[in-house]
């Protein structure tokens, strides 16, 4: 063992040799919440805590096809380094592969030592510290919905549902899982200790759903960001795929990424709760839901983070196309589900589960904060089935409008800091770009043989 290694990262090292661990792998989140990472070997851990693990920061910029988007301080800067600490307060044994363990990383800029300007982590935690400074604690729950692919070669994508089983919404077991893949990632996860409480298959062949407990909102994107790396991890280890991604089948509908918030206050009671107040809920509350209302535009961009994200929209989808809220009305852009007490809380049904977990619940916490200070009303609650546009506003219904609601709406990006949202609108308008200039097969099958 390193003679350099401090008696903490020691007695890290000791436990993780005792329970045959050899290699810890340091685990990131780029910016659309995909993990980077490193594999360490135990020996070395001492060194990668107190010098880092150096990555080029134009990771940050660079697309699932390998492009790096001309972000600044990439690529205009001769693409410099940033250091990568572990965090070993969040290590955790890989149930599934003998030897390895995980943990975050703390991604900082070499020259300043500040964290990098787009860390999503390190957004997170600048938008909670705006919390403190209300009084408020946010408290989150995830729930994120998948598909699961088997190999179909021969097909246009080589992939196809597993299984292809319609009409199996809300069921659990072999009926809707034939390959009992959802028991055992269940397991493998609680394992990991990611906080994962149900599943079931849900409406689509092939679509599964797994919920989360609710904790502080950085434990809470912590678990769902390593959440969506083990599941696809765990498909890919039976030959499979799992996607994130929020349509991919023009025949299914989409996969929702939905957020459960509320509020402790500095006495740890439930800022969201109050049995005299307008519904059941504090002013608080209907300050929050006033502002996330009011700033939803701009969210769908973190919220809906690629272009496919808005073939998941329209009448029929189940998928919140149009800004609204209501009491326990899952029609709604934002539910305001029935329990009140501990568990008063809101559900912001918008995500879908491409999103960065980390931008998604920084986002809708800068804007219910936005909500709070503003001290304004919502408009009256929806009544009835929703996804009448003569009730309500349409939401941005293309990526292209989503960022150019974020970029206009200035007092959510004083929130979220002008570094971070220069970054993010320049590398999602070059994947606007890079796909305004890809020919797909739609065109091909409409104008080639006719025109």
């Known amino acids: 063992m390193s003679a350099s290694a401090t008696p903490d990262i020691r007695r890290h090292m000791e436990r993780l040799a005792a329970e045959g661990v050899d290699v810890v792998r340091v685990v990131y989140p780029d910016l659309i919440g995909t993990d980077r990472a490193r594999d360490v070997l135990l020996d070395h851990l001492p060194s990668a805590c107190d010098h880092g693990l150096a990555f080029c920061r134009a990771v940050y910029h660079t697309s699932p096809q390998g492009d790096v988007a ?3 301080g990439g690529l205009d800067a001769g693409l410099p380094d940033v250091t990568v600490r572990p965090d070993l307060s969040t290590l955790a044994v890989l149930p599934w592969e003998p030897g390895v363990a995980t943990c975050l990383g703390e991604v900082t800029d070499p020259a300043t030592g500040a964290p990098a300007p787009e860390s ?16 408020l604690r946010p408290v989150v729950g995830p729930e994120l919905e998948y598909f699961l692919l088997e190999p179909a070669p021969g097909t246009p994508t080589g992939w196809r549902r597993s299984p292809e089983t319609t009409g199996s919404v809300y069921t659990a077991g072999l009926r809707a899982d034939p390959g009992n893949h959802l028991l055992r990632t269940l397991r493998h996860l609680r394992d990991l200790g990611l906080g994962v409480i149900t599943g079931n298959h849900e409406f689509d062949g092939g679509q599964y759903e797994i919920n989360l ?7 809470a994107a912590d678990r769902a960001f390593r959440f969506k790396a083990a599941v696809k991890e765990l498909a890919r280890q039976e030959g499979n795929l799992a996607t994130f991604m929020a349509k991919p089948f023009g025949d299914a509908g989409g996969s929702g990424f939905h957020l459960h918030l509320s509020c402790d206050d500095e006495e740890g009671r439930n800022a969201f709760d109050d049995p005299a107040g307008s519904y059941g809920l504090s002013a608080t509350a209907r300050h929050a839901v006033a502002g996330i209302v009011a700033h939803a535009p701009a969210l769908a961009a973190l919220a809906n983070p690629t272009v496919n994200s808005y073939k998941r929209f329209g009448p ?3 998928a919140p196309w149009l800004i609204d809220w209501g009491l326990d009305n899952r029609s709604a852009m934002v539910r305001i589900p029935p329990e009140r007490g501990r568990g008063a809380r809101l559900e912001l049904r918008l995500g879908d589960a491409s999103a960065n977990p980390y931008l998604l619940i920084a986002g809708t916490i800068a804007a219910a904060l936005l909500g709070v200070r503003a001290g304004e009303e919502p408009p009256s609650p929806l009544e009835g089935y929703g996804y009448d546009t003569t009730r309500a506003a349409l939401l941005p219904q293309t990526l292209s409008a989503a960022l150019d609601a974020l970029e206009a709406d200035t007092a959510l990006t004083e929130v979220l800091g002008k570094a971070f949202t220069s970054s993010f609108l320049t590398y999602k ?3 606007l770009a890079r796909f305004g200039r890809h020919v797909t097969d739609w065109e091909f099958t409409e104008y080639a043989y006719h025109l």
């Open 120 to 135: 999503p982590r390190d957004l997170l935690r600048t938008v909670l510290a705006r919390a403190a400074e209300q009084g």
């Open 429 to 431: 308008r070059d994947e």
């Open 316 to 318: 029929d989808t189940l």
């Open 70 to 72: 001309a972000v600044a």
């Open 213 to 219: 407990t609710h904790s502080a909102a950085l434990d």
